[in-house]
């Protein structure tokens, strides 16, 4: 299990959902119908030296420690993810926030409400060195929370062929949770890279796990995520046994 997973419950299921979920299908991530989304890892929220982070430090000192000691296992997680779906000619999804004007004027309410404003060409717009897109990827812009709410990623996805998403990102109980929710809704298999997300406190971030687990989301780590990509190989001992049974 990797340090940056968030395990509750003995059996991996908070108490509250026990004898009331039937657990969601283990989904198989073999085929090409399966891309990586990258949600929101940007200079503007997930870099301590830029925008929401900066500012929260300077305002509130030590009040985002957390969040900037998640996001140092977090991203280069993430990287490994697009390593392991790049080598396999997987679908890297970003998305990113940006809004169309310089002024902002687009943005949605609740991104004006929460003064979200990364405006076309700013540092804070662009996607961390880390984990930018290579060659063709594509990247999604929003204004708003939900990526599925305020873009047309499910027609890009539908045109791709895509049918389950690994999701990872910023920040877990934010955007995060709402491109879960969305892409579950609308009958995406989804599952969640819970180690290579983060969110603001250590609290947050368990919450928004406890809401996904087996409700909207299958929770694995990179690792689990990684070691599902490829079929498992058969052994040559269960192969011969097969083949003897089918003679």
Not at 16 to 23: A, F, I, Q, T, Y
Not at 145 to 168: A, E, M, P, Q, R
């Amino acid at each position: 299990m990797s340090s940056g997973a968030i395990r509750i419950g003995a059996d991996d299921h908070h108490p509250l959902h026990r004898g009331r979920l039937v657990p969601l299908p283990e989904p198989d991530l073999t085929g090409p119908d399966t891309a990586l989304l990258v949600v929101d890892v940007q200079y503007g929220d997930a870099h301590k030296d830029y925008g929401a982070v900066k500012r929260l430090q300077e305002r509130y000192p030590g009040s985002a420690d957390y969040y900037i000691a998640r996001l140092e296992t977090a991203v280069p997680t993430i990287r490994r993810l697009q390593d392991a779906f790049r080598s396999l000619g997987r679908e890297v999804i970003h998305v990113k926030i940006q809004a169309l004007t310089r002024d902002g004027r687009d943005r949605s309410l609740e991104h004006k409400q929460l003064a979200i404003h990364f405006p076309p060409g700013s540092k804070e717009a662009e996607i961390l060195d880390e984990v930018a897109p290579v060659g063709d990827e594509i990247v999604i812009t929003k204004s708003c929370g939900s990526v599925f709410d305020g873009t047309n990623i499910d027609y890009v996805l539908h045109n791709l062929g895509i049918k389950k998403l690994v999701v990872c990102g910023v920040v877990t109980s934010g955007c995060v949770e709402a491109a879960v929710r969305g892409a579950s809704s609308r009958g995406y298999a989804v599952c969640l890279a819970e180690d290579a997300c983060a969110a603001w406190t250590a609290e947050l971030e368990a919450a928004g796990i406890i809401v996904m687990r087996d409700v909207f989301a299958k929770i694995y780590t990179a690792d689990e995520i990684i070691a599902r990509l490829t079929p498992t190989p058969v052994s040559p001992r269960l192969a011969a046994e097969l083949a003897g049974r089918m003679a």
